[in-house]
């Protein structure tokens, strides 16, 4: 158990419909990323938070993907209308203000799209 | 970009000494080399993080030459549950950490 918490472990849903995750960092890393990671593959990255501020966002994601940090502590991501293609593991990690490179993954959000 | 790039798989038995080479050709100046373990269904798992020259902590050492151009993830006598995926990381800015397909390792008894 790294300290990071995602919820929920496991999300059925039909295509179309919304579906949000939340992560629960460590309580006093600053900085905070969330990827995706399909069978087989590394993880990709998505999105990046320090604090409270959204500072990168791949281009890979499109619009119906966002995410918040809203007081700079948990997180959420939100998919909205969902495909099939967005099937996948949705990890967080954080990270210590001064560290580099040095990632606490927690478990990850599975969501299976019907 | 600082893009890495790792064997897709290796087989070792265990208790046998493994070293998994990534090469990252084009790694800037104040870029760390990161390593990762992955179990299926778990996140990853930080193993070892270096700079230049020799790391080691207990559970892995990182050798990297003089031009940091490549690193080699060392795993000491391996055993039945080291099989894992292995990610090797560059910083490719103050922010994206970019995993590549990783190193599938699988020790045998």
Known sequence: ?114 | LAKTTQPISMDSYEGQEVNITCSHNNIATNDYITWYQQFPSQGPRFIIQGYKTKVTNEVASLFIPADRKSSTLSLPRVSLSDTAVYYCLVEESSYKLIFGSGTRLLVRP
């Not at chain 1, 960092?25 to 087989?40: D, K, V």
């Not at chain 1, 990168?56 to 940090?69: G, I, Q, V």
């Open chain 1, 1 to 114: 158990d790294t300290g990071v918490s995602q919820d929920p472990r496991h999300k059925i849903t039909k295509r179309g419909q919304n579906v949000t995750f939340r992560c629960d960092p460590i309580s006093e890393h600053n900085r905070l990323y969330w990827y995706r990671q399909t069978l087989g593959q590394g993880p990709e990255f998505l999105t990046y938070f320090q604090n409270e501020a959204q500072l990168e966002k791949s281009r890979l994601l499109s619009d119906r993907f966002s995410a918040e940090r809203p007081k700079g502590s948990f997180s959420t991501l939100e998919i909205q209308r969902t495909e099939q293609g967005d099937s996948a593991m949705y990890l967080c990690a954080s990270v210590p203000g001064l560290s580099t490179g040095e990632l606490f993954f927690g478990e990850g959000s599975r969501l299976t799209v019907l």
